[in-house]
């Protein structure tokens, strides 16, 4: 096993950086809440907290995972490789498979023995990566917003829906999201942004999010180019070991909730907590941010 690079960076309050060694490269992970000064507790209850995107960082979601650390809860925030102050690495590697594998390394690196591994979006889909690959490893997955497989019919279905019902331009929006998840260019992006963005649900502007992230564009093109509709979880999911916490909502043409059902279906019952939010866009924490709270943490210290 690699040895650990332990590269403090300068602490802010109760939280810390550091650059972790995974075998290839070195993974930057933010850490809240340990009971250790400026280094990683592994007799703590942990949340790794997978960030979306892809090809930004862990700082979108940093203000609201942060404050489990008040709940006693250890929270590590990584930027994937290939994203934010990771090293980028071989790109061939910007891979979910490779990203499940790399939260794999971060516990096995930092002595981790309670393990609770969630994200949102695309960071869901690493998680989902990350269960299918080490089925019986983790304390508990937690799912937000985020599907096991990809359908462009069902995206831009949801698209067709939430654009007729706000009475927008319907045609343009559809042609958007068809170029942005099958070719995404500069122009493309910027038509997504004019004509989808305003019905994909976000509580606010995604904008305030990628000001305040590191962003690799080429990152983003890899992944809808090569990923985005190349994976399938889901004959996966009925081969987890440990609980399974699925947050859902309606409001997201590429979150739809039908698909969320799906993957709720799929987990074995016994292990499933499923809760649904409808009337809600994605990132549906920023809409019921107590109850979203309180399911998680409940979670966590249920399975701890």
């Not at 305003?198 to 890899?222: D, L, R």
Request: charged content about 20%; some cysteine.
């Amino acid at each position: 096993m690699s040895e650990m690079k332990n590269q403090s960076i300068q602490p802010k309050s109760s939280a810390f950086s550091q650059k972790i060694n995974v075998g290839d490269i070195d993974l930057f992970i933010k850490v809240h809440g340990s009971n250790l000064e400026n280094r990683v507790d592994p007799e703590q209850a942990t949340l790794i907290f997978n960030h979306g995107g892809p090809g930004m960082d862990h700082t979108m979601h940093e203000a609201y995972w942060c404050q489990f650390a008040k709940a006693g809860i250890q929270v590590i925030l990584p930027d994937l490789r290939g994203t934010g102050q990771s090293e980028y690495g071989d790109k061939e590697k910007w891979t979910l498979k490779q990203w499940g594998q790399d939260v794999h390394s971060l516990k096995e690196m930092l002595g981790i023995k309670t393990l609770f591994v969630g994200g949102m979006s695309a960071g869901g889909y690493v998680s989902y990566s990350y269960a299918a690959q080490y089925p019986n490893e983790a304390a508990g997955i937690i799912i937000c917003n985020a599907e096991p497989y990809n359908s462009l019919a069902r995206i831009l279905e949801g698209y067709r829906r939430n654009v007729a019902k706000a009475g927008g331009d319907v045609e343009a929006a559809v042609e958007g999201a068809r170029q942005m998840f099958t070719n995404a260019t500069a122009e493309s992006v910027s038509h997504y942004f004019k004509y989808c963005i305003p019905y994909a649900g976000f509580p606010n502007p995604p904008k305030e999010h990628a000001e305040k992230c590191i962003q690799n564009p080429e990152m983003s093109n890899w992944f809808y180019s090569k990923e985005f509709f190349g994976f399938n979880f889901l004959p996966e999911l009925p081969k987890i070991q440990c609980p399974v916490l699925i947050l859902a909502s309606d409001g997201s043409p590429v979150h739809p909730v039908e698909a969320s059902r799906e993957a709720a279906e799929a987990i074995k019952p016994e292990l499933l907590h499923y809760h649904e939010f409808l009337d809600t866009g994605c990132e549906l924490y920023s809409f019921h941010p107590e109850a979203v709270y309180k399911i998680a943490v409940d979670f966590i210290h249920q399975y701890s």
